[in-house]
């Protein structure tokens, strides 16, 4: 390990929690439920560049004696295996913004259908690194592994694309321009960190430079995107005509249709306050405070206080 590798983690570090930062506020600045996924895409695909990527480059470097090149292999594929499900989850939360942008929902068939395609490949795998440890076949793993990646990666390009093309469908002049030029901007700079790969990986030879190009590629289509998102949100979110998501108890006081002295009522049930209490914290009298909480009840469709707080625990 040297002064420059150390740096390139730590720059990779500041800039990625940078990225989260901005995408955190972002989600809870303007409420938008799209923004909750792109807030967790965002952490699960920095975790992964940083262990995926920058994890190679310290174990490389810090086997560089090693004249192994199958040794060296291993290696990556076992940190592959581990930052997988960061990768496969983040995909995933990519998707459900797409849709969700788009649709307004992510509905259950997607969901389904994309679990049973991951738990597929990874069964595949599975079954392929343990014929590998059986057989030493390094050609038919290599070939597995290589071919499930590639799938992975055009998933990704095709949920860019369909971003794209029915973004131009869209009536909502704001969401079409940003669907469009978001989904150009990422496609763009997931494509072109494809090509740097492939060429980087046939010409260039030092490991630091290797592997730090692979990170910073990797994260500069993150900051690309998400600075863009930024700036438009900040000019176009009121024309976007989405309506904001509110999270919380307030949520879901706004999905039961909870009136204003039906929620001082819950709050102070919340308290453990019983109803003569309420009522004399309240300034009404004992029979107010029970047909309220009745209406409360038929509202929820609950039958006493513990389902009324076990309801509101899931929000």
Known sequence: MNVISIGVYISFLVIGLAAIYISYRLARRYRFRFLDYYFYSVILSIVWGFIDHLGKMFVHLGLAQSQSWDFHYKIDVIISCLTFPAFIVGMYMMICWILEFLWGKVSRRFKLGFWLIQTLFILVEITA?????????????????????????????????????????????????????????????????????????????????????????????????????????????????????????????????????EQSIIRLILQGKTNDEIGDQLFISTKTVKNNISNIYQKTKVKNRIKLINLMRGF
């Not at 969401?175 to 960190?193: D, E, H």
């Not at 290797?210 to 863009?228: D, T």
Request: zero cysteines; a positive charge; charged letters at 15%.
């Open 129 to 261: 690194t343990k014929i590998y440890l059986d057989t030493k076949d390094f050609k038919s793993i290599n070939l597995i592994f290589s071919t499930i990646e590639k799938i992975q990666l055009l998933i990704i390009i095709i949920a860019f694309l369909y971003l794209v093309l029915k973004g131009k469908s869209l009536e909502n002049k704001a969401r079409r321009k940003l669907a469009i030029n978001l989904g150009l901007i990422n496609l763009i700079g997931f494509t072109a960190g494809l090509v740097a790969y492939f060429f980087i990986f046939s010409y260039i030879t030092s490991t630091l430079v290797l592997f730090s190009v692979f990170a910073f590629s990797h994260l500069s289509g993150e900051i690309i995107a998400l600075l863009y998102l930024k700036w438009f949100l900040g000019k176009h979110h009121a024309e976007m005509g989405f309506s904001s998501t509110v999270h919380g108890i307030e949520r879901f006081f706004s999905e039961f249709k909870i009136t204003g002295r």
